[in-house]
């Protein structure tokens, strides 16, 4: 599993670490941390309009999505 | 989401969000507000600047309720929705330059993205040159996020680090209201066109709540399509557009021409390269003037200290002649004026986007910020 930490990040950033990783990992399982929920959101979003499938769950500071 | 209508799960619904906002810029523009400016985020901070003294050009002098209203509506449904989180520490002084060179550039066109998109509604051609500016400032800006620009993470921070900007905007706003004299009132110009203050402050809530649901920003809306052909944010625009041109065409505004439009200027090399300042500069930010409002009502001190930058700023761009003046035609007694930035806001729009080009393309992106493989 890849992980990639976007907590804190101004938009687009972490959308962009992500589409890097899957780049760079191709067909690997992502854990991406974010801080906001929109950010989450985004993610989730761009993950769906990707073809791939996003699991959220609260962290003590935002939220870890998994992705596959 | 926590309450409310969620307004971001399709591009209809975030269309339909655009729409609110139309109509409250065109109810605010029906309530007194200068016609094409309704709700321009840079205009209204400028006459802030002006109303506290610190900028003395008295046609553009007047507390903007609708600015208190934006950041509060945006606090007050993050609150609600449990977004509200309080965070800081991301290069805050790069964000008040940037802050500071958006107002800038914003005042050498004569308004923000916001204002840009409503005179474009009016059918003003030198809004559609500003557009083209802000295009090729937000694809640069977004070059740079390519070659891995960042200004790095912002970190959970003390609570009250939150409060202090609504709060503060809160007060300000009751001392306008409730003191005479105490701030400055335009008496003639643009300051002095105003919605009543209710109206202008229901109206900025409303605006800034739905902006806040919708994510609303000018930047970003161009910015998803360039990076990744996304046109959610986009239809967000539309709907804002859409609803003032119908307004403008029903009321007579319409005026399809560079001239003869009201605060605005066709020195299109001015207009060009002062929107590309604002596009270039927002992007850096992670957002435009109004997601800077919007951010710092949900928490982000980085964005309260954005905010400062465009209020100092503004005051910057009138006390030492950056702004634009606007075109005028002849009178009996006048001859005509061109408008546009006299030397001193030619050679700012320069060194912004100097400027610009150095943080852009100097600044790396921090360890933390990179994808690690998991133990």
């Known amino acids: ?68 | 989401m926590g309450v409310g209508l969620d307004l971001s799960s399709s591009k209809a619904r975030l269309a339909l969000g655009g729409a609110i906002m139309g109509v409250v810029a065109a109810c605010l523009a029906v309530f007194g507000n200068p016609k094409n400016m309704a709700i321009c985020t840079a205009c209204f901070i400028r006459d802030i600047a002006g109303a506290l003294k610190l900028q003395t050009v008295e046609t553009v002098q007047y507390f903007r309720p609708e600015i208190v209203g934006i950041v509060l509506g945006a606090f007050i449904i993050a609150l609600l929705a449990k977004e509200f989180k309080v965070t800081a520490g991301s290069a805050p002084l790069v964000r008040f330059l940037l802050g500071f060179m958006m107002m800038v550039g914003a005042l050498v066109f004569l308004g923000c993205p916001l204002r840009m998109v409503l005179r474009l509604s009016a059918g003003d051609l030198n809004a559609l040159v500003g557009l083209i500016g802000f295009a090729l400032g937000v694809f640069t800006g977004t070059f740079a996020l390519k070659r891995g620009f960042s200004l790095g993470p912002a970190h959970p921070t003390a609570a009250p680090n939150g409060y202090v900007l609504p709060a503060s905007l809160l007060v300000l706003l009751v001392l306008s209201v409730a003191t005479a004299g105490l701030f400055a009132v335009s008496e003639k110009g643009p300051g002095s066109l105003h919605a009543p203050v209710i109206a202008s402050l229901v109206g900025g809530l409303v605006f800034g709540a739905v902006a806040q649901r919708c994510r609303t920003c000018f930047a970003g809306s161009i910015r998803d399509i360039i990076l990744m052909g996304n046109f959610d944010l986009i239809s967000i625009i539309g709907g804002i557009f859409v609803v003032m041109l119908v307004y403008n065409v029903i009321t007579g505004n319409f005026n399809l021409s560079f001239t003869g439009q009201p605060v605005a200027h066709a020195r299109h090399l001015w207009n060009l390269l002062g929107m590309y300042v604002v596009g270039f500069a927002a992007v850096l930010a992670g957002g435009c003037p109004l997601r800077q409002l919007i951010m710092a009502g949900q928490g982000s001190g980085d964005a309260a200290v954005t905010f400062l930058g465009l209020l100092i700023g503004a005051a910057f761009a009138h006390n030492f002649k950056l702004a634009s003046g606007a075109a005028a035609a002849a009178t009996a007694d006048t001859a005509a004026v061109p408008g546009g930035p006299g030397l001193n806001g030619q050679i700012a729009v320069i060194a912004c986007i100097l400027v610009l080009f150095v943080i852009g393309f100097g600044m790396k992106p921090r360890e933390s910020a990179t994808a690690k493989a998991a133990a």
């Open chain 1, 1 to 68: 599993m890849i992980e990639v930490d976007a907590r804190g990040l101004s938009c687009p950033e972490p959308l962009m670490l992500v589409d890097k990783a899957w780049k760079a990992h191709p067909g690997e399982t992502l854990r991406v941390l974010v801080s906001e929920v929109f950010v989450k959101t985004n993610v989730e979003k761009f993950a769906k309009s990707k073809g791939k499938k996003s699991t959220a769950a609260p962290t003590d500071d935002g939220f870890a999505l998994t992705i596959e």
